[in-house]
């Protein structure tokens, strides 16, 4: 499968999927266990995938130029 | 924030704070429940846990706010007002964030491209040869010398100088950032030294094996054996390199510390440079590795000690990737390991640092790998038994 067939179809199942989940939900039974929404960005960056971003950083990290 | 006491006035209110959502320039990734979403422009990944991508989908489709918080109450059972509370929150974090108009001009970067800059009287060279490549690298004398010619020692050539390397990388500190070039080009400018010398030792490891697209690059260390290998994730200080030193005393291959470069079907490709280990991991690591063995170098006023890598000589090394492992040393806990859903091994990894190429297919082909690959955690006070742990994956 090339890459474009492959995306194409990640996002054909996410669209399938969307009735399919909430009547899922709804088929469980009663009422499914809740969770408060949440959306995360994560940053991607090739130095901090060597030196890290949390505690720590100030000794990898190292003098900064600032 | 709005909010109201009609909580369907209120929701309706919220509309004009997203809009429907239009996700035509957006690049769709679903895992089991939860969904993984990138833009073109901004180089990372947005994360929605399953109620998130629940309302992502209820509001892709066409739904209104107060009807995704009544699909809210009506699926989990939980009372319309507090639907209405998070759903208006993550909708304002959306339109802060994800549905954000981007800024003119991109992600950054310079719009001069500096001159690399000549050969300064007191710029270090070093010529080392990696993976059977000659490399140059020229250092501006003070904080860069020591953040990075400890980490070439091994590998530079103790005679004559190189009459011509392959490449020659040059790093100096700019106005407020260090500036790395390959040859004249300008390929990165880092806040701190520490992120140039990371940005140096990938493209030293790129450079020897061009032929192969890096895929992705996780902060990892990573060890195995000559054909197979896991990956020792975690933030800073959680352990990796301390755990990677006592994989080596056992005989395995240590593919690199802190840096997991991933590349063609995502085997790790091997980085011969030292382990750094800090003052701290010498006596947990004495009865494995001898003190004669690290070259100490004092780094920013604290002592670093360097262990030389096993990997071969010559070669480029690369190694599949058996497993993706957190590492966290815990005192006194003793050595667990559970396995890892892929989206909390995401939200992990953004913790601990990581890149991809920033186009939908490297990003769909790396969230594939990382759905297929075993996943786990591992706390743990005794080297032996996390080691213990490692060397059962690679036995697998």
């Known amino acids: 499968m090339n890459n474009e067939t492959q995306n194409r179809n990640v996002e054909e199942s996410t669209d399938g999927k969307v009735t399919e989940r909430r009547e899922a939900l709804r088929k469980m039974g009663k009422f499914a266990a809740y969770a408060a929404p949440f959306t995360v960005l994560a940053l991607t960056n090739k130095a901090e995938a060597a030196t890290g971003h949390g505690p720590g950083k100030g000794f990898n990290g190292g003098p900064g130029k600032h | ?396």
């Open chain 2, 1 to 396: 924030m709005v909010r109201g006491k009609d909580s369907t006035a209120a929701l309706e209110n919220t509309e004009s704070i997203a809009g429907a959502v239009d996700v035509s320039g957006f690049w769709q990734f679903p895992l089991e429940d939860e969904l993984v979403v990138a833009r073109p422009g901004v180089e990372g990944l947005f994360f929605f846990n399953s109620t998130a991508r629940l309302l992502w989908e209820e509001r892709r489709r066409g739904a209104s706010a107060a009807e995704a918080a009544r699909t809210f109450a009506d699926l989990f059972g939980i009372p319309t007002e507090r639907a209405q509370r998070d759903i208006e929150d993550l909708l304002a974090g959306w339109s802060a964030g994800i549905l954000a108009p981007l800024k003119e001009g991109g992600t950054g970067g310079h719009a001069m491209p500096p001159e690399r800059p000549g050969g300064a009287a007191d710029a270090v060279p070093v010529d080392c040869v990696v993976n059977g490549k000659r490399f140059r690298v020229v250092l501006e004398a003070g904080d860069l010398v020591e953040e990075i010619a400890p980490r070439l020692a091994g590998l530079s050539l103790a005679g004559a100088p190189h009459e011509r390397p392959d490449v020659t990388f040059t790093l100096a500190n700019g106005e407020d950032r260090v500036l790395v070039f390959r040859d004249d080009v300008l390929i990165a400018s880092e806040e701190k030294t520490a992120g140039a010398r990371a940005i140096l030792l990938q493209e030293m490891t790129r450079a020897c094996d061009p032929a192969r697209d890096v895929r992705a690059i996780l902060h990892a260390g990573a060890c195995g054996t000559d054909t197979r290998a896991v990956l020792l994730a975690g933030a800073s200080q959680a352990g990796k390199s301390t755990l990677c030193a006592a994989l080596m005393a056992r005989g395995l291959r240590c593919y690199g510390d802190d840096s997991a470069v991933l590349h063609g079907d995502f085997q790790v490709a091997g980085m011969p440079f030292p382990l750094t280990l800090r003052k701290s991991s010498w006596p947990i690591l004495e009865s494995l590795i001898r003190r004669e063995q690290l070259r100490i170098h004092t780094r920013y006023g604290v002592e670093v000690g360097y262990l030389d890598s096993n990997l071969p000589a010559g070669a480029s090394p690369a190694a599949p990737v058996e497993a993706l492992l957190f590492v966290e040393y815990q005192p006194h806990a003793a050595a667990v390991m559970k396995p890892l859903p892929v989206f909390e091994t995401l939200l992990r990894l953004r913790g601990s640092g990581f890149w991809i190429e920033h186009t939908r297919a490297d990003i769909a082909r790396f969230l594939e790998w990382l759905t297929r690959l075993p996943r786990f955690s591992l706390t743990f006070s005794r080297l032996d038994e996390a080691a213990d742990a490692v060397a059962d994956l690679l036995a697998r």
